[in-house]
């Protein structure tokens, strides 16, 4: 590494540069290549060599040059060690020849004199600048804490909502001026305090765990309503948010509680919520209290529990309203509410009104229908002890529906659907009662139910069809005519008979309709056996409900059908029961003349077994008594005659005919009974004795015999 | 102590002016990553508690301060690269202690107009860096938490000196190894990369569990008691921070061998070297 000894006398400078650099690259951290390193070292070595021969040697020089490394980031102590033994091989030959061994050491020894005070310089330099820059990063973080303290000191004393800070084991040790008015004690005097002192009876159970859970560092916040006692022994509720601070390792260090007072929104809360489950008029639980108490009930109830309603609906209400007015009314729900709830509620029953009239009792752990009946008679007698409105002495009574069965059975809507039918049979039965819900009933009135409601639709599908009775001529047994029936082509329940379903057509008034196509229908097949058999006289018989006789309209309906088929109306029957005349007065009595005007005949149906007003009957313009099949079926055995039924026959035949009417008897099924209505004068009759009722083909087979 | 309690370090704070990082604190009883590493590299920016870490480090592995060295040297090159490509803005991740050799200064050298941003989050390092910048207009200093690319990138002293619409190199020296797997240190690079104009670079190098695996596991169980938790890595693992960024030649390599200035600079125990570097050109 150290070169033969040189026949030049002085070294190149290139070749030292090379050398040194060889020697301390990589002592130390220097940011050069080592090219870079050679070239920055050709200068040092350029002047060492000149001092070296220099007859006016500047000691300076190796001064600067050992400051130079430390200056070129030369700092560990090989960097030196290499430097001088690098200096005292390359320049030895030259020392030794120029006689200069001794200028060579003092070179040597400036140059690590200068390292040496540099390293010095740069050591109290560098320490100097570190600690320097950790007093200003003090300073900075300190001016950034001071600025966020004052920041938060401002937040804290000011903030709207009450700030407290605790110590972990429960002291006081700060509030704010909010915290202090919330509560109404001085800071002196909130300091004093320790966090247990807050307990209130409200505390929900978990409140105190949480804290300490929190305060231990188990958790680091959390969030309740809670409710504290000012120090005038007031309650206030507050929405309180606790935050726990820990250490920068993780020590819980302090408790900080942010307080909102919320006593007026939790006042108001309660009563919105009071108001939101109460009935305003009588403050009883409302309809939606009472389903969602009846929807836990249901949920996930326990084995074996049972749920009992009473349904109440008060009788004839709307009668009082309309009568004594609303404010009578209003009184009149009012205490019957109060007394419902004073009797029952106490009871653990929920009582609520949920409309207009209407109540119920819901019995939460029903023990059967006796308790269930022993709650309507108490509801029973409550609602019937005599009131006193508004000076008004008021008797009222109430009807129940009551429905008791298992929980797990059935569900809220199931229960108030069959509370309600159930009461509706009470209304039936002639109110001032209670029903007890009956499967068997229930499920009659569902079919029901379905019948009436698929009625619309059969019309419109088509469903319906006519067959016809014959009427026969008692004197010669010729067919004078037929009687339309309505059928119903049920698609599940196959052909169904008018008493089936003409009654709750007349419930919903599809009569009306079903009605007019009835007649229609007739009225075009009467035509087409008038136009197949032209000689043959034949009345159509076709009956009217009492609400089609009501019809505003009837008169017009009639009139257009008769246009519309083009039978002559000489050949219309119109059948009316006894009742549907006898109750005639007014319009109704006028729409009967109007249909007999038409040319219609008109005849009454049933006739003897309402109470008709035989006087009456004179003025009505009646063609035909058609007699109750019950008076024939006296007639039944000619062995036996009733007498009395033959003389009522007899007599109401001569009346009729004295009225100039015609007598038709019904239901006539054996040759007996026919030739006891020959005898008796009867003009025609009916019944399967002659035929029962068939499709028009046969009596059209009928017709061309 | 108000302060303390409304910035718990431990939740996230929404002010623009206060990061939702807590600096460390400004401790000289403790041992300081960046005082340490300086120690490494000869230089007196270091305390006595600093020194005797260093000593116990050392002893787990002697040649770190060669190792040390050639971190540096290849932070030089790779600079000198940069520039070379064109790049006049730096944005340097970690930087830690000034000491020579800064970022800066080589890029200074070769372009003058260069800016060169620094970013620590240890107070001190930052006031000592302030302190050297002063009055280097094109070079800063700013306190941040390069595990918040974002937050890093939008400091406004940063913007102020470095256009993010422009071509910036940003260097991750020797300091991913300071930031464990369960910070995602691959999601901050990537981080990184995305936020940055087509044409810029990334750096990084890193300590590696190879080449001297022992002395690695030895060197991270020390800095693992320390305040600053190690996680040395495989030349694998270094390569896959890159994401699916083009790497320049040659790619990660021992930093010895990246681009040496002659093969003098490469010493006969590159073999060994227990840090790999790359650069790579985003987009």
Redesign the interface.
Known sequence: MIPATSMEPRPRDDELARSWARAI??T????M???ELVTHLEQPARRLIAALAADDYDPRVPTEVGAGLVA??F??PSSLQRTLAVLGAQLAPAALAGQRLARLGELQGAVAAGYTQAMQD??LH??E??R???????A??DR??WA??A???A??AEAAVGIG?ATVDGRVIEVNRALCDMFGYSAEEMIEHVVADFVHPDDAPDVWRTYDDLATGRR?HFRMDKAYYRSDGQKIWTDLVV?L??S?DGVPL?V?AMVEDITDRQRLQTQLRHQASHDPLTDLPNRTLFYDRLNAMLTDPPPGARVGLCYLDLDGFKAINDTFGHDVGDELLRTVAGRLAARLADDGHLVARTGGDEFVVLIGGSSGTQGLVAVAETALAAVRAPLDLDGHAIEISASLGLVERAATATTAAELMKAADTTLYWAKADGRDRWALFDTERYARDVSRYRLTSQLPEALAQGQFFLEYQPLVSLRDGTLTGVEALVRWRHPELGVLGPDQFIGLAEETGLIVALGRWVLGEACQQGQRWRVTHPHRDLLISVNLAVRQVRDPAIVTTVTEILDGSGLDPRWLQLELTESAVMATSGQPLQTLHALADLGARIAIDDFGTGYSNLAYLRDLPVGTLKLAGSFIAGLRHADRPDRVDREILSTLVRLAHTLDMTVTAEGVETADQADALRRLGCDTAQGWHYAAAGPAQSVTALLTR | ??????????RKGVSVN?PDW??P??D?DRPAVA?VYDYY???????AVDREFAAQVLQAMPDL??H??EN??FL?RAVRFLTAQGIDQFVDLGSG?P???NVH??AQRADADSRVVYVDWD??????S???LDGNHRASVIAADLRQPGQVLDDPALRQLIDLDRPVAVLLVSVLHFVPDDQRPREIVSEFAKAVAPGSYLVISHASSEGQPEQAARLQALYNKSASPMRVRSRAEISALFGDLTLVDPGVVQMPLWRP??S??V?PDVESYPGYAGVARIG
């Open positions: 690259a990589r130390s951290y220097v940011s290549s080592r090219e070129a980031h700092t560990h740069r050591a560098e320490q600048q570190i320097t820059a950790v007093m200003d990063a003090r900075e973080a950034a804490r966020s303290e920041r938060f000191q937040l804290f800070i680091d935050s601070i820990r920068q302090f900080v | 102590m108000l302060a303390g309690i409304f910035r718990s370090p431990r206060r807590a600096p604190e400004i000289v005082r590299l000869g230089g007196l920016h270091n305390f301060p060669t040390a060295q540096r040297a030089r202690i000491t020579v050799g200064e080589v107070p001190v390092a930052v006031a000592h302030r302190a050297i200035d002659s003098d600079d010493g």
